[in-house]
């Protein structure tokens, strides 16, 4: 298992700004994920953050908006660049135990809303 | 990615009932499946995992079906009880890739 700490846990953020999201687990992991979930929807992934280079971006998402850092294997972070009121969401960071295919896990999640 | 939806968006049982919760999936390469449990204000937590080679895995209460064939997945929940209210979602992998994509989600309400 892995636990996973998320900063902030809400954030309440004026329109047209930026907001980092810092993602820390417990132990070093070879894959993280960066996923959001709409107010009474579904997890939507957002990218595979890689470490040591670019993130790899879902269809519908853009480096622009969220970039994504992954400095070493325990850390992530994802910024929700120029926000406005349509990402108001929760952001979820996620981590990939063991080889291949393997538990998923998540963190707590960061609520964000933009007014 | 994939298209991974459920059938019923809410669902409403008795406690000490049975409860089944159902997912269809559209990537016939998808291999792996897990089912979560999210409470309000939570993350999503892991319930059960089943891989494609199985057609059914049993937990603590809980039971995952694999339908390969018309690509359906289903979560059984033995003797429902008030924690169990939740939404729950199930997510495919494919071995080829680390990626997870998610169900729409059931709203499981459990009535005393």
């Known amino acids: 298992s892995a636990v996973i700490s998320q900063k902030p846990s809400r954030d309440i953020c004026q329109r047209g700004t930026s907001l980092t999201i810092q993602c820390q687990v417990d132990s070093q992991v070879t894959m993280m994920f960066w996923y959001r979930q709409q107010p009474g929807q579904s997890l939507t992934l957002i990218a595979t953050?890689?470490?040591?280079?670019?993130?790899?971006?879902e269809s519908g998402f853009v480096i622009d908006k969220f970039p994504i850092s992954r400095p070493n294997l325990t850390f992530s972070t994802l910024t929700v660049s120029n926000m406005s009121p349509e990402d108001s969401s929760i952001y979820l960071c996620?981590?990939?135990?063991?080889?291949?295919?393997?538990?998923?896990?998540f963190g707590e999640g960061s609520r964000l809303t933009v007014l | 990615g994939e298209s991974v939806g459920l059938h019923l968006p809410t669902l409403s049982v008795q406690e000490g009932d049975n409860s089944i919760i159902n997912c269809a999936y559209s990537?016939?390469?998808?291999?792996?499946f897990i089912w979560y449990k999210q409470e309000s204000g939570k993350g999503p937590q892991f319930i059960i995992d089943i891989r494609s080679n199985m057609d059914k895995r049993q937990g603590q209460r809980v039971t995952v079906l694999l339908n390969k064939t018309v690509k359906h997945l289903s979560l059984q929940i033995a003797a429902t009880q008030p924690g169990d209210s939740a939404v729950y979602f199930c997510?495919?992998?494919?071995?080829?890739?680390?990626?997870?994509?998610f169900g729409t989600g059931t709203s499981l309400t459990v009535i005393p």
């Open positions: 997510a495919e992998n494919t071995i080829s890739g680390n990626q997870f994509y």
């Open positions: 996620s981590v990939l135990t063991g080889m291949n295919t393997g538990e998923l896990f």
């Open positions: 953050a890689n470490q040591g280079s670019e993130a790899t971006y």
């Open positions: 990537n016939s390469a998808s291999d792996y």
